[in-house]
């Protein structure tokens, strides 16, 4: 399976100010997700990560707010924007490998995010 | 769009007793269901998948089955050990690669 980084493991951020997170895979990739894992919380689909085009946003989540970029296909980041303690949260990536056969996704570690 | 619900909430098993953990979905084209185990401050780990040409699958002590019929699917763990502790999630695709999860169920073994 694909092994799949994120950076920052975490963060403390005032508000009105922007964090950008990095996903890494090991290999090339179909296709990327960000997903958002409040407190004791499930997993909520952000977007999905195209690469070389607009990423395609889920219902209450929009691209000013969350803008992202796949510039390739091993890596994409994620912007949280003006930022709100509404938006501590954590974030995480995953990777779906249809270049192997399989729409299995994996998960990156997370980003752990505080807003003050 | 696709709903999961998931239950129960919290599980409490006896080591070495087997749990259940049921999922029901709403979306008729679904036709993938994976399941996740994450731990505290961890990464959500597959542990089995199924997709809907297939009723039942095993891997060793954990099972996953699927009634397409009442859009439902399970997941089984037997001969539990405390080590199975953590969060469970199920989720559902119709195949577009879109997840959806349910709200987990959280599962102590106690030794």
């Known amino acids: 399976s694909a092994v799949i980084s994120q950076k920052p493991s975490r963060d403390i951020c005032q508000r009105g100010t922007s964090l950008t997170i990095q996903c890494q895979v090991d290999?090339?990739?179909?296709?990327m997700f960000w997903y958002r894992q409040q407190p004791g919380q499930s997993l909520t689909l952000i977007a999905t990560a195209n690469q070389g085009s607009e990423a395609t946003y889920e219902s209450g989540f929009v691209i000013d707010k969350f803008p992202i970029s796949r510039p390739n296909l091993t890596f994409s980041t994620l912007t949280v924007s003006n930022m709100s303690p509404e938006d501590s949260s954590i974030y995480l990536c995953?990777?779906?490998?249809?270049?192997?056969?399989?729409?299995?996704?994996?998960f990156g570690p997370g980003t752990r995010l505080t807003v003050l | 769009g696709e709903n999961v619900e998931q239950h129960p909430s919290t599980l409490s098993v006896q080591e070495g007793d087997s749990a259940v953990i049921k999922c029901t979905y709403s979306d008729s084209a679904s036709n993938y269901f994976p399941w996740y185990k994450q731990e505290l401050g961890k990464r959500p780990q597959l542990i089995i998948d199924?997709?809907?040409?297939?009723g039942e699958k095993k891997d060793q002590r954990i099972a996953v089955t699927l009634n397409k019929t009442a859009k439902h699917f399970s997941l089984h763990i037997t001969e539990t050990q405390p080590e199975d502790s953590a969060v469970y999630f199920c989720a559902a695709s119709t195949g577009g690669n879109k997840l959806v999860f349910g709200a987990g169920t959280i599962l102590r073994v106690k030794s």
């Open positions: 290999s090339q990739v179909t296709m």
């Open positions: 995953s990777a779906e490998d249809r270049f192997r056969g399989t729409d299995t996704q994996y």
């Open positions: 199924i997709r809907s040409n297939v």
